[in-house]
């Protein structure tokens, strides 16, 4: 949970399947978090970006008054959630949970502060 007003996501993949149960669960996600807005940082270019997946979910987002952009950058490999007051590590996207064996963890102050200060400079 959080009670900041951005989130940025690195995860390349979340937008690359383009079911209807996948993206009702990316929605039902970034629905319960307190947000206001979500950066989504992607490299340019990136094969698996599903475009149609994307503009639904930004869609209903929107109707539920949070914002998402896009931020084109090759910085990031690992897939980083990240606010003002904390962020984990995710080994796998979302689109693979269940699918293997991976793990979720927050991030410890020292990188978590590291990460951040990285991803504002985008």
């Known amino acids: ?17 383009n079911s209807l149960d996948y993206m009702n669960l990316i929605i039902d996600i970034l629905s319960d978090i307190n947000i206001k ?23 209903e987002l929107l109707n539920k008054q949070i914002n998402i952009n896009i931020i084109n950058s090759d910085m990031f490999h690992d897939r980083f959630w990240i606010s003002d007051k904390c962020g984990f590590v995710s080994g796998t996207s979302l689109n693979g ?18 990460i951040y200060r990285e991803i504002k400079k985008i």
């Open 37 to 59: 807005e979500i950066k989504y940082i992607v490299p340019a270019e990136f094969s698996g970006f599903n475009l149609s997946s994307y503009e639904h979910i930004k869609k």
């Open 97 to 114: 949970i269940t699918k293997r064996t991976s793990i979720i963890k927050q991030l410890d102050p020292l990188d978590y502060l590291t």
């Open 1 to 17: 949970q959080s009670s900041s007003n951005e989130l940025y996501i690195t995860d390349r993949y979340l937008f690359c399947n």
